[in-house]
């Protein structure tokens, strides 16, 4: 059985209620929900969360809320494999023994239903690894990145800096939306690096992190240009 389960806690500080704060019409966790229902591959999909507006919220967008987070599973330093192996072990005391376990966080309405479905077979393909998960690549090459301490620059890498941008090799990053694993990777904690994932690459259009006003202002305009003209397409 396959199991989604969306961290969705109620403490946001930067973005106040950030997880059913209006994005584009909706709650921004109601495009998580909706993602994970429309993939077709999930037996269940719950939030995990400690705030009951939260849950009524997930409940009418047709997520599960089999049980409320603890507090100490709730405030600003708890981690999200912290949350996952809570979720995963509270369903299957609940009877649910999932065979394959799908973090989605609430702040991804950017995440199309067949990257989870590949990240699914990715996950089923590659019985040596624990999880498979988002990522997309820089816009701009890192290795050229720079520091500024005190009003000076200085190059990150210095050994770069006179190599063409082609002449490097692309970098990636966490694209923060979803993260496929195996119950016990969850349960465990097993950490994701080094050689334990594999990559589901996104396209950078798709993928933007909502942290800030900023990032939410610049997410809106992201989504109604580009992501609006998908699901209506």
Same mark, same amino acid.
């Given at each position: 059985?396959?199991?989604?389960?969306?961290?969705?806690? /109620? /403490?946001?500080?930067?973005?106040?209620? =950030?997880?059913? =704060?209006?994005?584009?019409? =909706?709650?921004?966790?109601?495009?998580?929900?909706?993602?994970?229902? !429309?993939?077709?591959?999930?037996?269940?999909?719950?939030?995990?969360?400690?705030?009951?507006?939260?849950?009524?919220?997930?409940?009418?967008? /047709?997520?599960?809320?089999?049980?409320?987070?603890?507090?100490?599973?709730?405030?600003?330093?708890?981690?999200?494999?912290?949350?996952?192996?809570?979720?995963? &072990?509270?369903?299957?005391?609940?009877?649910?023994?999932?065979?394959?376990?799908?973090?989605?966080?609430?702040?991804?309405?950017?995440?199309?239903?067949?990257?989870?479905?590949? /990240?699914?077979?990715?996950?089923?393909?590659?019985?040596?690894?624990?999880?498979?998960?988002?990522?997309?690549?820089?816009?701009?090459?890192?290795?050229?990145?720079?520091?500024?301490?005190?009003?000076?620059?200085?190059?990150?890498?210095? !050994?770069?800096?006179?190599?063409?941008?082609?002449?490097?090799?692309?970098?990636?990053?966490?694209?923060?939306?979803?993260?496929?694993?195996?119950?016990?990777?969850?349960?465990?904690?097993?950490?994701?690096?080094?050689?334990?994932? &594999?990559?589901?690459?996104?396209?950078?259009?798709?993928?933007?992190?909502?942290? &800030?006003? !900023?990032?939410?202002?610049?997410?809106?305009?992201?989504?109604?240009?580009?992501?609006?003209?998908?699901?209506?397409?």
């Amino acid at each position: 059985m396959k199991l989604a389960v969306i961290p969705a806690r /109620g /403490g946001s500080k930067r973005v106040p209620k =950030k997880n059913i =704060k209006t994005f584009c019409g =909706k709650p921004l966790i109601s495009y998580s929900i909706s993602t994970a229902l !429309e993939s077709g591959v999930f037996d269940k999909v719950i939030v995990s969360t400690d705030c009951d507006q939260i849950a009524d919220i997930a409940t009418e967008y /047709g997520a599960d809320v089999p049980f409320m987070r603890p507090e100490q599973l709730s405030n600003d330093h708890a981690g999200t494999w912290a949350v996952m192996s809570h979720a995963v &072990t509270q369903m299957s005391q609940l009877g649910f023994n999932a065979d394959a376990v799908c973090c989605i966080y609430a702040t991804a309405p950017f995440l199309m239903p067949e990257f989870l479905r590949y /990240g699914l077979d990715e996950l089923l393909a590659n019985p040596n690894k624990g999880y498979a998960f988002s990522v997309t690549s820089f816009s701009f090459p890192v290795l050229r990145g720079l520091y500024i301490n005190d009003g000076d620059v200085s190059p990150m890498f210095p !050994e770069n800096m006179g190599k063409r941008s082609q002449d490097l090799p692309e970098c990636y990053h966490d694209a923060g939306q979803f993260y496929w694993g195996r119950p016990e990777s969850f349960i465990q904690s097993k950490p994701l690096f080094p050689g334990n994932s &594999t990559p589901i690459i996104l396209p950078r259009h798709l993928v933007q992190d909502i942290d &800030t006003p !900023e990032d939410w202002e610049r997410a809106e305009l992201m989504y109604k240009a580009y992501v609006a003209n998908l699901r209506n397409g």
